[in-house]
């Protein structure tokens, strides 16, 4: 009665508000700052997460910079141009290789930016010399005795197995039959048809081409436009040699801004560096054509 006589009752009331309030926000400033807490122990783990990455990616850069020094360093063990009887004796060494099933792995690999999973499983850290070699015929075994790359002068499809036998064909390394090698140079064309090593017929002849031009830009452009077309008429003429010789096979050998002209009806093409006259040029085109290049990761 006094209280409320007073006022003191609204006043309590109030005081029992503002305590209520008081605890209200002490409740909420506590809850912020268990939130902050944890979001300050968050922040550190985070922060030791990115440290412990940035490390790990260090660690890994280090690793790829040292492998690419140790496969630029790696060299082949053995590396040989094999013609002739010396082709011949490596073709039969490894022709008469056999192991039990499965001992031996050969594979054609064609592209060195695409080295097929079954070379690098095989070949192991000798992969990355298998692809400086490729395109190449690579063979080794599940001991680790035999190891070796070959170019390819005739090269199959792509491949790669275990058996109990070194993989390979004879015609891919070395002529065989009936077949025609075509030399194209920009200047000279050389026919040559043969039946295994014996050439049996032959035919060539120089093109009339332009090797100078007067000074001037309007002189030298002239001269560009008169050089291409005769060597246009040039590769037309070695086409029409090459329709007429009808060959079985065919080679196309040469130089390479005009050689990937015969592209659709070569069985082959291969730049190749042959000098000299018609008959000549082609000599050093076949002997050229048919080396193979020995490498022993």
Known sequence: MLDRLLGRASLKARIDELEEEKRHLQRQLDAEEERRAEASTERQRAEEEVNRLEDRVTELEDRVERLRADAGDRAFRIEEQLRGDRLGEVLDRL?????????????????????????????????????RAAPCLAVTDDA????????????????????????????WFEPAGNHTVALVRSDLFALGEYDDRERVAFHGFDADLKSQH????????RFERLRDQQIASHVERCRAAIDEA???????????????????AADVTRAVDATG???DALAAAVRSLWT???RVP
């Open 144 to 171: 680790g005795l035999l190891s070796a790359c070959l170019s390819v002068p005739v090269p199959p499809e792509p491949f790669a197995a275990w058996d109990d036998r070194v993989e390979l064909d004879r015609g």
């Open 277 to 279: 006259d018609p008959e």
């Open 95 to 131: 022709e008469s290789l056999e192991t039990e099933r499965e001992g031996v792995f050969t594979a054609y690999v064609a592209d060195e930016h695409d080295l097929p999973e079954p070379v690098r499983e095989a070949f192991g850290d000798r992969a990355d010399l298998v692809a």
């Open 214 to 221: 007067s000074k001037g830009g309007f002189s030298q452009s």
């Open 292 to 294: 193979v290049r020995l």
């Open 246 to 264: 009808d060959p079985e096979r065919l080679y196309v050998v040469g130089e390479g801004s005009v050689i990937h002209e015969f592209a659709d």
